[in-house]
């Protein structure tokens, strides 16, 4: 699956521990992330990031545009509800997109625990066949 990994600064600690706790799981999958972000996990991880610019700087538009090309299944998206960011809009759309298309979207740890459960059991097979649906349409 391609995941694709965010956190605002204030959560940028709790992703490096989410993400270490999961590491075995996720590095059977295609990770992703924006600048800041995955620079923060690949330094502590040994997981090998796709990484976009930083947030401000397009990144959650970036990764709004694979979704739009369905080519994401899950992100995680550290958000911190107590600060104020300048690229608001570009956030906003990233979360209506994933709402668009039914990407499963995670915003806090809690929920983050709970679709990584879900993909270690196998929760996500269904993408497979959304894109070989996808995929088939576009061949006709
Ligand atoms: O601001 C962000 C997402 O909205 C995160 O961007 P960085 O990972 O580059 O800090």
Redesign the pocket.
Same mark, same amino acid.
């Given at each position: 699956m391609n995941i694709a990994f #965010?956190? %605002? &600064?204030q959560k @940028?600690d709790d992703i490096v521990q989410f993400v270490t706790a999961y590491e075995e799981v996720l590095k059977s999958h295609t990770l992703f !992330? /924006?600048? /800041? /972000?995955? /620079?923060?996990i690949m330094e502590n991880t040994s997981l090998q990031i796709h990484r976009f =610019? !930083? *947030?401000? $700087?397009g *990144? &959650?538009q970036q990764i709004g545009a694979r979704i739009a090309d369905n080519d994401m299944d899950c992100v995680i998206?550290f @958000?911190d509800p107590l600060t104020a =960011?300048p %690229?608001e809009p &570009? #956030?906003t759309a $990233?979360i209506r997109l994933c709402d668009v298309y039914s990407i499963p979207l995670a915003t806090n740890m809690a929920t983050a625990e709970i679709l990584l459960r879900g993909l270690e059991r196998g929760d996500f097979q269904w993408r497979d066949v959304v894109k070989e649906q996808k995929q088939g349409e576009k061949n006709t």
């Open positions: #965010i956190a %605002h &600064d @940028k !992330s /924006t600048g /800041t /972000t995955g /620079t923060r =610019q !930083s *947030g401000p $700087l *990144g &959650d998206f @958000k =960011q %690229h &570009d #956030i $990233l």
